[in-house]
């Protein structure tokens, strides 16, 4: 693959560390020494001579000063070239090819989930009012997902008011819409058209229609007090909502043209070059 | 040093040696000595990986009669208490003799040359650590004969490779086959830290003039994070061993459950030590990923300081999770959570270092020789080993599959799929630097596809009767269980496995015979290993090397288009 | 492309190009796996307190050896005052100094002798007795095998001092010594405050 010359012929010589026997004998010494108590103490005691003799060498043979042979060598100049002398670059596509030159940023869908999960609380309560005569029923519902031992509970107690279940309902709501809202902003790009009707409406169907499939199976005490009509049109509100804040964001132009490392801001040899920014390059 | 004349194109002054070497080869009692007392980091670093080699073929046989014992139901190929002490012996060969030498071979051999250095910084004790590691495991296979246990005359090990408590106890396992567990780690594990130490101040302080931190070639980086995780796991194993004998031979009461001592105190010791362990072996893979990818794919390695941060951050996470290891034992569900979302961190910035990977290749021109198949499997396996890692994470999901074939099939999938893999495309890759021989390239691409089959084979249908309940370090089972066909094609596996390392054993000794002459360059690389001849003269380097980027073979290569423009 | 003439030791290199001191780097990794050793054991000790079944237990037997603490960390002062006697080229002041070192660390297991003497003829307390006892001679053993290993490390030294062989050019092998010795009074700080103070 390359090939190397040689030229500039002289001499010189070099100093190595001398070859010694005391680390392997200290060694044998203290393997000895610990062989011994699994077989004979007699064999430890061995162990312990040699492990004398090779501390003591060893030392004579770092002090005062190391030992050291002199290899006396004959040396040239190395000459090093690749066969492959041509440098390729990596010559990016038009922009737009891929992926869409603007979009939204990330942190809209942040907004977003911030703005969809508020919006979300009304028809929850609204069916806690309707259906069990309590706002406080879908809260301890989810609530209780997060509280290990709430398995076997009566719908009056799930109707009644409890402190824990409000704050592990608003810790675990919260901490979902935006994550949500955050895959949500990571996805934008995606689907750049519609964004309300992808991301509002056929997002929660899909992702009911998934919890409506497998909650049976994940927990089925919580699947019985689901009301899945009513789950739906609680998360067509989040997406609804969310996706109407996304698309009152600006938009900012995409860079993902541009190699990770350097959006990153990491310095990386071969990635970017100093005259022609937008441009990645590779190396043949 | 040599002075340089005025430096030609790519040139290095006085660097190459062309001595006449009349001297006769010595005798074989003359050779033997020079290799039993020399301290050079070279001939150190061949002894490791042939040591580990060795090993690797002992601990692969143990592995083939388990195989053989599981094929069938209701087998009695091996007695039962044989069985113990080879499932016993197969685990620590595997992670103490085989795993741990290869890597500290690898480091050895090559961070010196890579950093333009003449030898280790403390080229004793890289002496003194090889002969530990050594004698220790010699001392552990002589229990084989000198082991006193329950059974008479030759006993080895037959508590596990983690010889939980109260097991060792004295009243459980009489003899000294225990002790011979326990001694001979600690004599290898006193070599272990020795050359963790040197490694580490062979990095720091015997870098070449230039070679800045941020400089230093990947490969280099990770083995200083690979010798920092010894540096913190392998000293709480020692502790806990010692804790063991004190138990065993002074009576003492650490893990004497009657006397008020504890057993989970053993596990909690071994674990803290036994999770970095898998890091302390991975890692040596991914610095091998990180070398071989860039110059098959010929592009420079993507992210480099994030490669650095992410290895950093997998060695600092992976000291706080060893008790997902113990899900079952019954901890708080504080406790259960804490592991099970520790543990999930890990995947950040292993993912990081996946994500590199992928992006280096991306775009590049790659080439697929050997090291590079061995490479893509690598990342391909690693990722599913990963996979199956972040379940087995889950804490009620470990409740199920706790101590099952699954988990077995899991870290197979680690040690096997993604490090032995890693390793053995390492040794591909840097086999012409150390004999000056390339390997056959026929063979080689033989043996890597055996093994691909025979790995998928063995590893991938083992997760199924672990899913269906099969414990593991079972010794046999009933017929009818749905357990029968999957052991078979596992077994089956296991020796397509076995042809496949015999394979690459036989191409490495035959192609230092018999191979092409390599060439001081033959993968058109860029660190400065390969700006030595093959094999290396003892010296390394005549004259000092001066680097003014991370690739400083580029640089001579390319004089019009260096790398440190760009830094 | 290559036969474009550009020398390659034309960039800029710092000027100086130094590396940290090889010994220092090592004793530094030394002492951090030797820290991770008394980590488990100072984990061991302060989990089993109080797991005893049966006694002694600290409360009754142990003595704060206030008297042997204060030789063994000043013994930290004395060698310090001895490596910046030696970097300045004062032999004789050197080997005073660091004789002295070693008459405070002697002290020290002269001190730990007599307490475990004590603790085994007077209250009968074996590291067989209880779990107690087991850790404590474990914890305070390891440290004291350390500090025998210090001592007889310091003691070469000073038989090359006398000896007359030691030099100014020797400070920074001195210092790297002397850095394993003020470990070890560290890690004495750890173990009192654990065994002494909290565990009593
Ligand atoms: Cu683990």
């Known amino acids: 693959m390359s090939e190397q010359e040689n030229h500039g012929h002289h001499s010189d010589s070099i100093h190595l560390p001398a070859p010694t026997t005391w680390p392997v004998v200290l060694a044998f010494g203290l393997a000895l020494i610990f062989l011994g108590i699994v077989t004979n103490p007699a064999i430890s005691i061995l162990g312990g001579v040699l492990t004398v003799f090779g501390t003591v060498g060893w030392f004579r043979d770092v002090l005062p000063h190391e030992r050291h042979v002199d290899v006396e060598v004959e040396v040239m100049d190395l000459n090093i070239r690749s066969t492959r002398e041509r440098v390729a670059r990596m010559e990016l596509d038009k922009p737009g090819r891929y992926a869409p030159t603007e979009t939204y940023p990330i942190v809209s869908g942040i907004k977003g989930g911030i703005a969809g999960g508020f919006a979300m609380i009304i028809p929850a309560m609204i069916y806690g009012l309707i259906a069990q005569h309590s706002i406080w029923y879908p809260i301890n519902l989810m609530g209780g997902a997060g509280i290990a031992n709430w398995t076997d509970t009566s719908t009056a107690n799930i109707a009644a008011f409890h402190w824990q279940g409000l704050i592990a309902a608003s810790v675990i709501h919260a901490i979902t819409c935006l994550l949500v809202g955050l895959l949500y902003g990571a996805m934008l790009p995606m689907l750049p058209r519609h964004p309300i009707v992808l991301g509002g409406i056929l997002a929660p169907v899909l992702w009911t229609g998934l919890l409506h499939a497998v909650m049976n199976i994940v927990n089925p005490v919580f699947d019985q007090r689901i009301q899945w009509g009513w789950f739906l049109i609680s998360q067509v509100t989040f997406g609804l909502v969310a996706g109407w804040v996304v698309a009152h964001q600006s938009r900012i132009s995409a860079n993902r043209n541009l190699p990770l490392a350097v959006r990153m801001g990491i310095e990386s040899p071969g990635l970017m070059q100093h005259d022609h920014d937008e441009k990645s390059e590779d190396r043949h | 040093m040599a002075d340089s004349a005025l430096p030609a194109p790519g040139t290095i002054g006085g660097a190459i040696d062309v001595t006449p070497h009349h001297k006769a080869p010595g005798t074989f009692l003359e050779t033997l000595h020079s290799w039993v007392v020399t301290v050079d980091h070279k001939k150190l670093g061949i002894m490791y990986v042939l040591y580990a080699l060795v090993f690797l073929l002992v601990g692969g046989v143990e592995a083939l009669c388990i195989r053989i014992q599981l094929g069938r139901p209701e087998n009695h190929f091996l007695s039962p208490e044989v069985y113990n002490r080879f499932f016993t012996m197969h685990g620590t060969t595997m992670v103490f003799l085989m795993g741990m030498p290869m890597l500290v071979g690898f480091m050895n051999y090559l961070v010196p040359l890579m950093i333009g250095a003449r030898d280790m910084a403390f080229p004793r004790l890289n002496a003194f650590s090889f002969w530990m590691t050594a004698f220790g495991g010699l001392m552990l296979y002589y229990s084989f004969i000198g082991g006193s246990g329950l059974y008479a005359a030759g006993n080895a090990p037959d508590v596990g490779w983690f010889a939980y408590a109260p097991l060792t106890a004295r009243a459980f396992s009489p003899g000294h086959s225990t002790d011979y567990w326990t001694v001979s780690l600690l004599v290898s594990g006193v070599g272990t830290i020795g050359a963790a130490v040197n490694v580490i101040a062979t990095v720091f302080c015997m870098r070449c003039k230039g070679m800045t931190m941020m400089r230093l070639p990947l490969f280099a980086w990770l083995s200083v994070v690979t010798s920092a995780l010894i540096l913190m796991a392998i000293p709480p194993l020692t502790a806990a061993q010692v804790m063991l004998m004190i138990d065993r031979y002074l009576g003492g009461h650490f893990f004497d459950t009657l006397a008020g001592g504890s057993a989970l105190m053993w596990m909690h010791f071994f674990w803290i030590f036994g999770h970095p362990e898998v890091y302390i072996l991975v890692m040596p893979a991914f610095a091998v990923a990180n070398e071989v990818i860039p110059v098959f794919s010929r592009k420079p390695i993507f992210g480099y300081p994030a490669m650095v941060a992410a290895s950093v951050g997998i060695a600092f996470v992976s000291l706080g999770v060893w008790a997902h290891h113990m899900f079952t034992v019954g901890m708080t569900s504080v406790g259960n959570a804490f592991f099970a979302l520790s543990t999930m961190i890990v995947g950040i910035p292993t993912g ?51 101590n099952s074939y699954f988990v077995v ?159 | 492309m290559s036969a474009i003439p550009i020398p390659v030791h034309q960039v800029d290199q710092p000027a100086e190009w130094t590396q940290p001191y090889k010994g220092r780097v090592g004793m530094y990794c030394l002492i951090a796996a030797e820290s991770a050793i008394f980590a488990i054991f100072v984990v061991a000790y302060v989990f089993y307190l109080g797991k005893s079944m049966y006694g002694p237990t600290p409360g009754q037997v142990l003595e704060v050896p206030i008297f042997n603490t204060i030789c063994l960390l000043s013994s930290s002062i004395t060698i310090w005052l001895a490596e910046h006697a030696l970097e300045h080229n004062r032999i004789k002041r050197f080997g005073a100094f660091w004789a002295v070192t070693i008459v405070l660390g002697s002290i020290f297991m002269i001190g730990t002798g007599m307490e475990w003497n004590k603790l085994i003829y007077h209250d009968g307390l074996t590291i067989t007795t209880n779990v107690f006892g087991t850790t404590y001679y474990s914890l305070v053993g390891l440290h004291a095998s350390h500090v025998i290993v210090g001592l007889l490390m310091l003691l070469a030294v000073l038989v090359f001092t006398l000896m007359g062989h030691m030099k100014e050019e020797h400070a920074e092998r001195v210092k790297t010594l002397a850095l394993y010795w003020h470990f070890v009074d560290a890690i004495w700080v750890v173990v009192f405050t654990v065994v002494y103070v909290i565990g009593r």
């Open chain 2, 352 to 402: 990081i270092k996946i994500f590199n990977w992928l992006a280096t290749m991306w775009g590049g021109k790659i080439r697929f020789a050997t090291p590079m198949l061995y490479m893509t499997a690598f990342l391909f396996q690693f990722l599913m080993a990963g996979l199956t890692g972040i379940m087995l994470s889950v804490a009620p999901w470990n409740w199920q599959l706790h």
């Open chain 2, 409 to 567: 099939a899991h870290f197979h999938y680690v040690l096997v799929g993604a490090i032995l893999f890693a390793l053995m495309g390492g040794i591909c890759y840097w086999y012409p630097k150390v004999t000056g021989r390339m390997l056959d390239e026929k063979l080689g691409k033989w043996g890597f596809w055996l093994l691909v089959i025979g790995f998928h084979m063995t590893f991938d249908f083992m997760h199924i009767p672990g899913l269906l309940g099969m414990p593991r370090q079972i010794y046999t089972y009933e017929a009818g269980r749905g357990w029968d066909t999957w052991n078979l094609i596992v077994s089956i596996g296991a020796f397509v496995q076995a042809a496949a390392v015999l394979l690459f054993a036989y191409n490495l000794l035959v192609s230092y015979f018999r191979g092409e002459v390599a060439g001081n360059d033959p993968w058109d690389a860029w660190t400065l290993e390969w700006a030595t001849s093959s094999p290396p003269p003892e010296y390394n380097f005549v004259a000092d090397p001066v680097v003014t980027s991370r690739r400083p073979l580029w640089d001579m290569k390319h004089p019009e288009d260096p790398d440190w423009k760009y830094e």
